[in-house]
């Protein structure tokens, strides 16, 4: 079982709708998890960190995490064609510096 | 804030010599950098933690002989690939995680822009 799973996708969008980008992990002394952003050909850049229970807001975009369902997603509203990226989640088990990466999901919106 | 670059961003070489790239942090200090591959249409592979002033420690699967880490102080960590070869071409990309940041577990990683290395 892999420690960090996300859909690879591709999950496409129209432009100005909301993109749902689910990740669920196994271990569960996970405590810090990261969602970031990958164009085609670029390095990956952080989106935001969440570490608990519910929602965090910045902009257009939402972490949510359920730590009982072991699960977190990334809501963006208002999505653009700018927007197209692959998207990573990445989990810290407490104590540790290494966090693992999922495959991350691909996202297209279209206008 | 929190900005880390690498250098260079591009690299072609022969097969057979020796290709170093550099990692920096330029606003923070990192004692644990990260090294990682990145194939084609791949995810992130972790190569190895380079720590300060110690050894790296590399990922299962990871020749230390042929990608030598030295990571000399608190903002420069280099990876050398070693004798390269085709099967070597890949992205290569760096992250580094602030130090004197750590609350257990929540260390956020900030990547470098990535050297893409193809061996002839």
């Known amino acids: 079982q892999k420690e960090v799973e996300q859909n690879s996708g591709p999950l496409s969008v129209p432009e100005g709708a909301i993109a749902s980008l689910n990740c669920t992990y196994s271990d569960r002394g996970s405590q810090s998890f990261f969602w970031y952003r990958q164009y085609s050909g670029k390095s990956p850049e952080l989106i935001m960190f969440i570490y608990s229970n519910g929602d965090k807001e910045d902009g257009r975009f939402t972490a949510q995490l359920n730590k009982a369902s072991q699960y977190v997603s990334l809501l963006i509203r208002d999505s653009q064609p700018s927007d197209s990226a692959t998207y990573l989640c990445a989990v810290n088990r407490g104590g540790s510096y290494i966090p693992t990466f999922g495959r991350g999901t691909s996202l297209i919106v279209h206008p | 804030g929190a900005v880390v670059s690498q250098h260079p961003s591009w690299v072609i070489c022969k097969s057979g010599t020796s290709v170093k790239i550099e990692c920096r942090s330029l606003?923070?200090?990192?004692?644990?950098m990260f090294w990682y591959r990145q194939f084609p249409k791949q995810s992130l592979m972790l190569m190895a933690t380079s720590n300060e002033g110690s050894k790296a420690t590399y990922e299962q699967g990871v020749e230390k002989d042929k990608f030598l880490i030295n990571h000399a102080s608190l903002t420069l960590s280099t990876l050398t690939v070693t004798s390269a070869h085709p099967e070597d071409s890949s992205f290569y990309i760096c992250?580094?995680?602030?130090?004197?940041?750590?609350?257990?577990?929540?260390?956020?990683?900030?990547f470098g822009p990535g050297t893409r290395l193809t061996v002839l």
């Open positions: 606003d923070f200090q990192a004692t644990t």
């Open positions: 992250s580094a995680s602030p130090s004197g940041s750590v609350i257990i577990g929540t260390d956020t990683q900030y």
